[in-house]
C-alpha cells in the first residue's frame, strides 16, 4: 500500500472523531465575557442551534450558529460550534474558516486547536494538522487524543523521528 492510499485509508477512518470531541466545544459554548449584557435571544438562539447539533440536525444548527454570529461577531464559541457543525457536514474547508475565526478569537482553548487539526487530517492534510496538536498539547498536555493524532500526522508526513517526542511549548 503506498503512502497516498494509507493516508486516504486513515483519513477516511476518522468519521468518529469529529463527534468524539464533540462534547468538549460544547461544554466551552458560553466563554467568559460573552454572556454580559447581552439580549436572552442570543443564549436562546445559541442553545437552540447546540440542541439541534447534539440531535444531527446540522442545517438547522448552523442557521442558529449564523444567528448568533450575526447579533454578536466576536463569539468564539459559535464560531467554534459551526466549526463543529461543518466538520460533522464533511465541509472541511467551511470548517477550517469557523475553526480559525475561533481560535483567532479564543486562543487558549484547546478543543478548537484539536478540531481544527481533525479537520485537515480528514482532508489527508496531515502536514498542516501538526501544528494544531502541537498546540492542543501545549495547552492540555494530558490530552491522548491530541497526542495520538499528532503522532499520527507525524507518522504520515514521513517524521517517524518526531513521533512519540514530547514537544515543548513554543
Given at each position: 500500500?503506498?503512502?497516498?492510499?494509507?493516508?486516504?485509508?486513515?483519513?477516511?477512518?476518522?468519521?468518529?472523531?469529529?463527534?468524539?470531541f464533540l462534547t468538549v466545544?460544547?461544554?466551552?459554548?458560553?466563554?467568559?465575557?460573552?454572556?454580559?449584557?447581552?439580549?436572552?435571544?442570543?443564549?436562546?438562539?445559541?442553545?437552540?442551534?447546540?440542541?439541534?447539533?447534539?440531535?444531527?440536525?446540522?442545517?438547522?444548527?448552523?442557521?442558529?450558529?449564523?444567528?448568533?454570529?450575526?447579533?454578536?461577531?466576536?463569539?468564539?464559541?459559535?464560531?467554534?460550534?459551526?466549526?463543529?457543525?461543518?466538520?460533522?457536514?464533511?465541509?472541511?474547508?467551511?470548517?477550517?474558516?469557523?475553526?480559525?475565526?475561533?481560535?483567532?478569537?479564543?486562543?487558549?482553548?484547546?478543543?478548537?486547536q484539536l478540531n481544527l487539526?481533525?479537520?485537515?487530517?480528514?482532508?489527508?492534510?496531515?502536514?498542516?494538522?501538526?501544528?494544531?496538536?502541537?498546540?492542543?498539547?501545549?495547552?492540555?498536555?494530558?490530552?491522548?487524543?491530541?497526542?495520538?493524532?499528532?503522532?499520527?500526522?507525524q507518522y504520515m508526513v514521513?517524521?517517524?523521528?518526531?513521533?512519540?517526542?514530547?514537544?515543548?511549548?513554543?
Amino acid at each position: 500500500m503506498n503512502r497516498l492510499e494509507r493516508q486516504q485509508g486513515l483519513a477516511a477512518g476518522f468519521t468518529l472523531l469529529p463527534g468524539a470531541f464533540l462534547t468538549v466545544i460544547l461544554c466551552a459554548a458560553l466563554l467568559p465575557g460573552q454572556q454580559s449584557a447581552r439580549p436572552t435571544n442570543i443564549k436562546e438562539t445559541f442553545e437552540a442551534a447546540q440542541q439541534a447539533l447534539q440531535a444531527g440536525r446540522f442545517v438547522a444548527a448552523e442557521a442558529g450558529f449564523r444567528e448568533v454570529l450575526r447579533l454578536d461577531p466576536r463569539s468564539a464559541a459559535a464560531y467554534a460550534n459551526l466549526g463543529v457543525v461543518y466538520l460533522r457536514m464533511e465541509r472541511f474547508p467551511a470548517a477550517i474558516k469557523a475553526l480559525d475565526q475561533a481560535a483567532q478569537l479564543a486562543p487558549q482553548v484547546a478543543g478548537i486547536q484539536l478540531n481544527l487539526g481533525l479537520a485537515y487530517i480528514r482532508q489527508s492534510q496531515f502536514q498542516q494538522a501538526i501544528p494544531h496538536f502541537r498546540r492542543a498539547l501545549e495547552l492540555t498536555p494530558q490530552q491522548d487524543q491530541a497526542r495520538y493524532l499528532l503522532g499520527l500526522s507525524q507518522y504520515m508526513v514521513g517524521d517517524c523521528a518526531g513521533v512519540g517526542k514530547r514537544h515543548s511549548p513554543l
